[in-house]
């Protein structure tokens, strides 16, 4: 069964550093998100993005995020220097249509330090 | 602005007993509402969907929720909770983003 997959599952890095979280969305889907769940809390959508631009963005993601589409397999987001509130599970989703079904990959723990 | 309710922080039920999760979202026209599970450590997977049709939906792991526009509400039910269905769920509400409920967790006595 086609999944997401998200690399890696757990990432350290530290502060003002810029880190790369990959994923690979389902392969015919053509919306690709970024979510973020900081531990304890709710998950919130950071961006959405279709035809190799952001569709739409939240108020979390500021210029320090960044998201592309480097080939036809992975969507990327870039956190270019990391602060410690950014310490959450990422995660990248896909789906076939705009915000119907969106399939989640496993995500990405970032610890911060 | 689209938002979503899960009342609920945590919920205890036995196992055999059923159960109902509500959550309440507030939106402008007929909203995408999704249900989803998350078990510790893992990401989100997808219980059930609601986008038009008949108001109530069956999803996966025996789960079925209700859309009822008049309360503005999709709750979820499972007529006898197993011990394995102990995790967060969340619903969410989707149009041009995702927005998510806080999460209700569950808990299973045995």
């Known amino acids: 069964e086609p999944e997401v997959t998200q690399t890696p599952s757990h990432q350290v890095t530290q502060m003002g550093q810029e880190v790369i979280l990959r994923c690979v969305p389902i392969s015919n889907h053509l919306y690709f998100y970024w979510y973020r769940q900081i531990l304890g809390q709710k998950v919130e959508f950071l961006v959405s993005f279709y035809n190799n631009e952001i569709s739409e963005k939240s108020e979390i993601f500021d210029d320090q995020f960044s998201v592309e589409r480097p080939d036809g397999s992975n969507f990327t987001l870039k956190i270019r220097s990391t602060k410690l509130e950014d310490s959450a599970m990422y995660f990248c989703a896909s789906s076939v249509l705009y915000n119907t079904e969106a399939f989640f990959g496993q995500g990405t723990r970032l610890t911060v330090v | 602005a689209q938002s979503v309710t899960q009342p609920d922080i945590h919920i205890t039920v036995s196992e055999g007993a059923s159960l109902e999760l509500r959550c309440n979202y507030s939106?402008?026209?007929?909203?995408?509402l999704f249900w989803y599970v998350q078990s510790p450590g893992q990401g989100l997977q997808l219980l059930l969907k609601y986008f038009s049709g008949d108001t109530l939906v069956q999803g996966i792991k025996g789960f079925e929720a209700e859309f009822k526009r008049s309360q503005s509400s999709f709750n979820l039910r499972k007529p006898s909770v197993h011990w394995s269905d102990a995790a967060e769920y969340f619903c969410a509400v989707g149009e041009n983003d995702m927005r998510f409920g806080a999460g209700t967790r569950l808990t299973v006595k045995p």
């Open positions: 939106y402008g026209a007929t909203p995408y």
